[in-house]
């Protein structure tokens, strides 16, 4: 602060400063900007605005020059973001380049990356689903992590206040595992999607299979007409950013509603290296930038500051918070911070084929799967692992061009791709990880980025409870196929990295005890309470289900009462 002067120190300071525009600090910056606040948005990436900056998505695939593959050159530059299935010519300019964000892998780690504004918001697979009361109450009751300082019905009506606005389609199922929110239309399962279904139910009383649910606008309502988003048109090109609004992303809807009030300043290119904590006021009062573009080091100050620069970039900006107060990290008086980090447990898939219903099709190309919460240890512990997997499955008909064995050439070739194949299967889980003590990031001591910030040094594993839960998806998926009628089914273990998952969560832990947790039931900072952490770093555990629904709802909720606070003057 000593250099800056007062005019410079009134431009730069405003209500809150909120850290990354992605999923979360959209969210952040919506309800801050609407409760009146000055809200500042800083995002390390470039400005992606709204159908502007979506060059790919009108595409056709001839109009690439590899006809959307990647070529040999790029895939080796990028091996982490190449695993990604996502990561195609269409989208690539929304994935970090690997060499330009180097990390220390001490274990395996595929950390996939998009830094602009709306982070991984353009780039997600947009499925949503509540947690229910079982994940809330799942650590205290087997024993691990530390209890949630909230409940279900802490969260419920923020859940229903995110799904209005995002729009969220899906049944209303009924289900104790997967409450219901407010939806919009469901899509719809295929016939042979439903046939397993009625198959599954018909054969195991402890499952529930429903159609997805996902980030979609099926049928628009007047809130998504105003924020300029229109229908779906299931084209499944989301990850080039949608010319349609018809997904969420922090692009076509937080964002620039948060712009509407003419509270919002968003600031790309602005690297935040850490937050500044004040001994003598005894709380944060600002965030150190360096400016991406010129190198210039800036410092912005509000009352209140959100971190939200997804899970492993927030754990990485505490931990280099450092002051004479919290010489290891904003906020770190138990030295946990950094540590229990979990993911989701993606390693087992299943295909499979279905003779038959040749005389049947399905409508475009549906944003969703077909689910089966978890039925694992839900009511009581019933296996030899803890905890359980959310299943998913889709049945389709390949063809359209798709090479089959002996038929890449001539005649062949030509009947193979004005025919849709025969129905194909796919499973695949989506299990929950304990969170660990050594699983864990940390801050390297000798290797920085090109902006003189710490790298993250990453050690976050597999352990035996991960690998039975594997191999019970993989003996139920197979038995449940079985019976649903399916041939030729295989067991596949992709044994890949956790990461790649892009369900990271943790190390900086809500939990009621400062002692053993880092955040309160409000997402602040047990010892530093201006500074909310509100993305997946805040994760007491993962739960089964994809986490950014919950990310959203819990934003929300901190954002609002972080609002009302400072009005109270309690912050
Ligand atoms: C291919 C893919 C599929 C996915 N599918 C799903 C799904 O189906 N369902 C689901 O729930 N989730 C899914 N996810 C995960 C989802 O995208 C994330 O959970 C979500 O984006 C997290 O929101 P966030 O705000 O924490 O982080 P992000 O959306 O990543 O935003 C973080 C932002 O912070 C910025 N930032 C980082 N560090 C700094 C810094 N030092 N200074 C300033 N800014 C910074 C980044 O540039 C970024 O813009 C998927 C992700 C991918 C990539």
Redesign the pocket.
Known sequence: MANVNSNQFAANTFDAIV?????????AAKELCEKGLKTLV????RDVVHLKDYPTATKNPWDFPHRGQMPLSVKKENPIAER????SEASEHF??KDNEHPYVQDKPFDW??????????L??????QRWSRFDFEGPARDGFAVDWPIRYNDLAPWYTHVEQFAGISGNHDGLETLPDGDFLPAWQMNVVEKEIQKRIMANYKDRDVIIGR??HLTQPREIHLQQGRGQCQARSLC?RGCPFGGYFS?NSSTLPWAAKTGNLTLRPH????SIIYDDKKQKAVGVR?IDSQTNKAIEYFAKIIFV????L??N??LLNSTSNRFPNGLGNDNGLMGKYIAFHNYRGSITASMDGYMDSYYYGRRPTAVMMPNFRNVYQQQTDFLRGYMVFYTATRPGWGHFTEGQQLGAGYKDNIAEAGPWGIYMMMQGETIPKESSRVQLSNDLKDRWG?PQLKIAVGYDDNDEKSLKDFLVQGAEMLDKAGCKNIATNDSKQAPGLD??EIGGIRMGHDPKTSLLNKWNQLHACPNVFVT???CMTSTGT???????MAL?ARAANYAAEALKKGEL
Request: aromatic share 10%.
């Open positions: 850290i990354g525009s992605g999923i979360s600090g959209g969210w800083l995002e390390r990436g990604c299935y996502a990561f994935f970090v996939i990356r998009g830094y602009q504004v709306g982070g991984k918001s780039l997600w697979a947009r499925q949503t996902c980030a990850e922090s602005s690297v935040v290296h930038v939200n620069a997804a899970t970039n927030s990485l900006i910030i892009i369900h993305d997946g770093a289900q994809n986490p950014s629904l919950t990310f934003t």
